[in-house]
C-alpha cells in the first residue's frame, strides 16, 4: 500500500512538473510520461502502444523525469507556482473571516514577492 501511494505521488509530482517543463522534452518523453501519468498504464502498455521495449519507455521517463528535475532545479517554476497559490489560499481565508487589515498585508506582500521573482529573472 505504501510503494502504491509513492508511485501514486511520484506520478503527480511528474504530471505537475510537466504542465512546466513537458514542451522542454523530446515528442517521445512527452508521449511517454502522458502515458504513465495521465494515463496511468504500466510500462509494458506504453511498450506496446508505442511499439518500443519496456527498457526504452522506462529511460525516456527517467531522462524526463531528470530533465524536468534539473529545469526546475535552475527556474524554480514550480516552486513559486505553489507559493503563490498558498498564499493565495491564505488570503481567500483572510477575507473570508473579514480579516481585511491582514489580507491588504498579504496583497501587498505577495505583489512585493511577485516583483521580486520577476526582477530575479
Known amino acids: 500500500m505504501v510503494v502504491a501511494l509513492e ?31 495521465e494515463e496511468d498504464l504500466s510500462l509494458a502498455e506504453i511498450a506496446g ?16 523525469s531528470s530533465r524536468m528535475a534539473e529545469m526546475e532545479s535552475s527556474l524554480g517554476l514550480a516552486a513559486r507556482y505553489r507559493q503563490m497559490e498558498n498564499g493565495l489560499e491564505q488570503l481567500r481565508l483572510m ?10 498585508k498579504m496583497i501587498d506582500s505577495l505583489l512585493a514577492w511577485d516583483q521580486e521573482d520577476q526582477n530575479g529573472l
Open 7 to 37: 508511485e501514486l505521488g511520484k506520478k503527480v509530482h511528474l504530471s505537475f512538473l510537466s504542465a512546466f517543463y513537458g514542451n522542454l522534452l523530446t515528442e517521445k518523453q512527452r508521449r511517454a510520461l502522458s502515458l504513465y501519468c
Open 49 to 64: 502502444e508505442m511499439g518500443i521495449s519496456r527498457q526504452a519507455v522506462h529511460e525516456a521517463i527517467s531522462r524526463a
Open 95 to 104: 477575507i473570508q473571516h473579514h480579516d481585511y487589515d491582514q489580507a491588504e
